[in-house]
T-cell receptor, first 117, second 115 residues
Framework: DAKTTQPNSMESNEEEPVHLPCNHSTISGTDYIHWYRQLPSQGPEYVIHGLTSNVNNRMASLAIAEDRKSSTLILHRATLRDAAVYYC??????????????????FGQGTILTVHP | DTEVTQTPKHLVMGMTNKKSLKCEQH?????MYWYKQKAKKPPELMFVYSYEKLSINESVPSRFSPECPNSSLLNLHLHALQPEDSALYLC??????????????FGSGTRLTVV
């Protein structure tokens, strides 16, 4: 899988928007951008994914740069429950079985998000 | 049912013990995974099962033995572990087809301590 780079940590205040960046300059044309988060003492939780266009769901928005070399996960109004480690992961979708990395979700170091009351 | 259930939540075992971790899902997912997570580190993939067959083994030592008896159940058999194997063991599942387009559902994990 292509490599992603994220800041080690970020801080936010409650009820403010949070923009979590991710750089993936070696992304290939068949790589999807996935975001997961892991709350303390829990397993990772799927947040959102996209290919080229910006995506929205009930949890967050994903903004993808036009050249796809970077993306930003946006939490519109941070709450204390959003404090977690956020992982940006590239998934290869090329090929009939979902790519050469089929079945392999490989986590990087992620960004530790702290939310202050 | 949209959950992956792992049991037990905590396990303490001696280095000569044999124990098993259990993972269950009823979402119809045909791909299931075991991950290992050490403290303050990201999860690391151990095994992938697709349609009840082992498809990926990430060079895991043989003291860890996975088993997928049916499409809903995944076990991890443990034998002769070392203290450095103490970690959070996470199970996950996903749709098997076009895996890269799917989200994974993770369980809350089993916290294993080897003494």
């Amino acid at each position: 899988d292509a490599k992603t780079t994220q800041p080690n940590s970020m801080e936010s205040n409650e009820e403010e928007p949070v923009h979590l960046p991710c750089n993936h300059s070696t992304i290939s044309g068949t790589d999807y951008i996935h975001w997961y988060r892991q709350l303390p003492s829990q397993g990772p939780e799927y947040v959102i994914h996209g290919l080229t266009s910006n995506v929205n769901n009930r949890m967050a928005s994903l903004a993808i740069a036009e050249d796809r070399k970077s993306s930003t996960l946006i939490l519109h109004r941070a709450t204390l429950r959003d404090a977690a480690v956020y992982y940006c992961i590239l998934r290869d979708a090329g090929g009939p079985a979902g790519g050469t990395s089929y079945g392999k979700l490989t986590f990087g170091q992620g960004t530790i998000l702290t939310v202050h009351p | 049912d949209t959950e992956v259930t792992q049991t037990p939540k905590h396990l303490v075992m001696g280095m000569t013990n044999k124990k098993s971790l259990k993972c269950e899902q009823h979402m119809g997912h045909r791909a299931m995974y075991w991950y290992k997570q050490k403290a303050k580190k990201p999860p690391e993939l151990m095994f992938v099962y697709s349609y009840e067959k082992l498809s990926i083994n990430e060079s895991v030592p043989s003291r860890f033995s996975p088993e997928c008896p049916n499409s809903s159940l995944l076990n991890l058999h443990l034998h002769a572990l070392q203290p450095e194997d103490s970690a959070l063991y996470l199970c996950a599942s996903s749709q098997a087809i076009r895996a890269a387009l799917r989200g994974y559902t993770f369980g809350s994990g089993t916290r294993l301590t080897v003494v």
